[in-house]
């Protein structure tokens, strides 16, 4: 089915799409022919969507969906917008971060930033541990090893798509000595799949629930639960409730990318001290980030090709 997802303009395709592209999981995600394409884990079977980034001026993106059952489509669809944050109210973050004098610019070159989020929290977590002081190209090499692994076949007769990201429940008999990783980081891996599994549909335990549906937690609650586990610091809680709980004001500000653009732009660099800095940011922290984050030359920030 083909859908049109409508959203309040402006939009900033390059560093929503362009991240999505960047660090896509072969198998799981591609970008073909103009457009971010990924496999869906849904409450009646599999699907896939195909998502393009809007021509300018628009107020709407094209959105191709197949499904294995056609009930699916409501939630596909609310994982869709989840993931490309198409209900942030523009005109409210950018109204704000331009009030700050170092941001004004940054916001007025680029207005419409969103954060790119994910369809399924389980998902991120453990990508976000994947990618734990490690590149993009070495984390998506991690995800995908356990793609092939471990991950649901499916069929896509539109493109490269072949699995479904693993469900916890699949990594449940994890051989750690499969995971070309540091033995601190397969002990975080291992301990993140039993939280995940002991979260079971309601994902009460750790509270990454479908944001989608109401089932996420409250995002300090969460943090803490996360940062209780072994190996799961501020930065990957943070990255959880930025893309997975869609918390508007998650702030990184222990991120190597965020300190590195904080000293091109004169702002503290420390992290309690760059903190301290962007209180006058609440409650949209996640959007400035994306903007320190642009400031860098890194294939996240641009779309394939451009």
């Known amino acids: 089915m083909a859908l049109d997802l409508p959203f309040r303009p402006p939009l900033s395709p390059d560093g929503l799409f362009g991240?999505?592209?960047?660090?896509?999981?072969?198998?799981v995600e591609e970008w073909r022919?103009?457009?971010?394409r990924r496999t869906l884990r849904l409450p009646h079977g599999t699907g896939t969507a195909t998502l393009r980034p809007p021509a300018a001026g628009a107020s709407t993106l094209s959105c191709r969906l197949v499904l294995a059952d056609a009930r699916d489509e409501g939630a596909a669809v609310a994982r869709c917008r989840f993931l490309l944050d198409l209900d942030a109210d523009p005109v409210a973050v950018d109204g704000a971060l331009r009030a700050d004098e170092v941001l004004r610019p940054l916001v007025d070159a680029v207005p419409g930033r969103r954060v790119p989020r994910t369809v399924d929290p389980a998902e991120l977590l453990l990508r976000a541990v994947l990618g734990q002081q490690v590149s993009t190209a070495a984390a998506r090499t991690h995800a995908a090893r356990l793609v092939?692994?471990?991950?649901?076949?499916?069929?896509?007769?539109?493109?490269?798509?072949?699995?479904?990201?693993?469900?916890?429940?699949?990594?449940?008999?994890?051989?750690?000595?499969a995971l070309a990783l540091p033995a601190a980081r397969r002990a975080t891996?291992?301990?993140?799949?039993?939280?995940?599994?002991?979260?079971?549909?309601?994902?009460?335990?750790?509270?990454l629930g479908d944001a989608t549906a109401g089932g996420a937690g409250e995002p300090a609650a969460v943090r803490a639960r996360l940062e209780a586990l072994p190996g799961v610091g501020p930065w990957t809680?943070?990255?959880?409730?930025?893309?997975?709980?869609?918390?508007?004001?998650?702030?990184?500000?222990?991120?190597?990318?965020?300190?590195?653009?904080?000293?091109?732009?004169?702002?503290?660099?420390?992290?309690?001290?760059?903190?301290?800095?962007?209180?006058?940011?609440?409650?949209?922290?996640?959007?400035?980030?994306?903007?320190?984050?642009?400031?860098?030359?890194?294939?996240?920030?641009r779309l394939p090709g451009a």
Not at 19 to 27: K, S
Not at 33 to 36: I, K, L
Not at 148 to 168: I, K, Q, S, W, Y
Request: charged share 20%.
């Open 19 to 27: 991240h999505l592209a960047a660090t896509a999981v072969p198998g």
């Open 33 to 36: 022919d103009g457009a971010y």
């Open 148 to 177: 092939r692994a471990h991950g649901e076949e499916v069929v896509d007769d539109e493109g490269g798509l072949t699995h479904l990201f693993p469900a916890p429940e699949a990594l449940r008999a994890l051989d750690p000595a």
């Open 189 to 207: 891996v291992l301990a993140v799949v039993a939280a995940l599994c002991a979260d079971g549909p309601s994902a009460g335990a750790l509270g």
């Open 237 to 301: 809680a943070g990255v959880v409730a930025m893309r997975a709980l869609g918390d508007p004001d998650a702030f990184l500000p222990g991120d190597l990318g965020v300190r590195q653009a904080a000293r091109r732009l004169g702002l503290p660099e420390a992290p309690g001290a760059l903190t301290r800095r962007a209180q006058g940011w609440r409650p949209w922290r996640a959007y400035a980030v994306q903007h320190l984050w642009a400031t860098g030359d890194h294939p996240v920030n």
